[in-house]
């Protein structure tokens, strides 16, 4: 009984998106359990699928497991599965833009980078190519149609104006990626179906059970698909150049020695390496004076933030009057808490509007780099920026 109720809401997402019978769609197919059976459902639908696997890194054969992987779902699903190699964009954009960040000493999200500067940008382009009415990927996220819409805002752009699409926050609150989507756009929430947001992922198990995928209990895959099986800190160690420094206490004397600034981030415990009085918690990063500032202590004040300055900040529909109170998470696993959120300055370029955020209560290790992401009452994402 449940799974009929888990198909007659995809059934019901495709009615109100006026979706007929052999509409065609592109899925990006990644080898891993989600994406296929998300495409499963999909041709269950009833939906003319194709299939798109993006060869991103290589670690070690594992890009090619993958992609066999993903030839074999297609097989049993017949489907058309083509491999585009888009290695050297995503070493010179997301690789590029995650050491650049962390030279910089901010701390990078770079699934978010990705999502919005190449993956969805190449389903769509590859989606152009074929004439696909929709493309669709295994992420955990829901989109809601909404019926009307009002007349102002920007993020209208080649849809109809008279609807806007919501994005929500998946059933399986565990699996739940709709942090890492806010800077969708209207008119890309438009040709976007999310098949797994009204799962729990063992239900997708017992789902690619159910049709015969081999890749029923492969693994989960890392956060982040380029380091394969390497550490973050042996990746910058690598990729970066370092000058060592000394560590200081809340009481400026020098307690430690440390490897180089990029490979720290506010809030961090392990890797610090000072024996003897410990744990150690990052409080600062001083690039001036390459100097790392650290805590014994887990609740110290040092930790906390109660302000943050947003920028590159993206709203999936109209920006609310300003000033606003919201939820938000400040990490992605971080809980949702109420913050009121200003327009900070405009700039000549609306790209470089700044926000500023004020928390209801303190949050721990806000850190330059990463996303904060709003939400309201209705677990609706509603847009979010990066932390300056």
Request: charged share 35%; net charge positive; hydrophobic share 35%.
């Amino acid at each position: 009984m449940q799974k009929i109720r888990r198909l007659s809401i995809l059934q019901r997402d495709c009615k109100n998106r006026m979706i007929k019978k052999r509409k065609k769609i592109l899925i990006g197919m990644s080898g891993g359990v989600d994406s296929s059976v998300s495409a499963a459902l999909l041709k269950k639908q009833g939906f003319d699928v194709f299939g798109i696997f993006l060869r991103l890194w290589k670690t070690d054969g594992e890009n090619n497991k993958s992609l066999e992987d993903a030839k074999k779902v297609a097989k049993i699903l017949n489907i058309e599965l083509r491999a585009v190699d888009v290695r050297k964009k995503f070493k010179k954009e997301v690789v590029g833009y995650f050491l650049k960040e962390y030279a910089s000493g901010r701390t990078p999200n770079p699934c978010v980078f990705c999502n919005e500067n190449l993956k969805f940008k190449i389903l769509f382009q590859e989606a152009d190519k074929i004439k696909a009415d929709y493309v669709s990927t295994g992420h955990y996220a829901r989109i809601e149609k909404q019926e009307e819409r009002s007349k102002k805002g920007e993020n209208k752009k080649n849809i109809n104006e008279n609807f806007s699409y919501r994005l929500f926050e998946a059933e399986d609150k565990n699996k739940d990626q709709s942090y890492f989507l806010y800077r969708l756009k209207q008119n890309q929430l438009a040709r976007i179906i999310f098949p797994l947001g009204e799962y729990k992922k063992e239900e997708v198990r017992k789902l690619a059970k159910k049709f015969d995928l081999p890749n029923f209990d492969k693994a989960e895959s890392q956060d982040i698909c380029f380091l394969g099986n390497t550490s973050v800190e042996d990746f910058l160690k690598k990729n970066l150049r370092l000058k060592a420094g000394n560590i200081f206490d809340f009481k400026n004397k020098i307690i430690g020695r440390h490897f180089g600034l990029p490979l720290y981030t506010i809030g961090q415990r392990k890797g610090i390496k000072i024996g003897g009085t410990g744990p150690y918690y990052v409080s600062n990063k001083d690039f001036a004076k390459n100097k790392l500032v650290v805590t014994n202590t887990k609740k110290d004040s040092a930790l906390f933030s109660k302000s943050a300055t947003l920028e590159k900040v993206n709203w999936i529909d109209n920006e609310p009057k300003m000033p606003t109170k919201l939820l938000v998470r400040a990490r992605y696993r971080n809980p949702l808490s109420y913050a009121t959120i200003s327009k900070k300055k405009e700039l000549r370029s609306k790209n470089k509007e700044e926000y500023r955020i004020v928390f209801e209560k303190s949050q721990r290790a806000v850190t330059p780099g990463q996303s904060i992401v709003f939400y309201n009452k209705k677990q609706e994402v509603l847009g979010g920026g990066v932390i300056k």
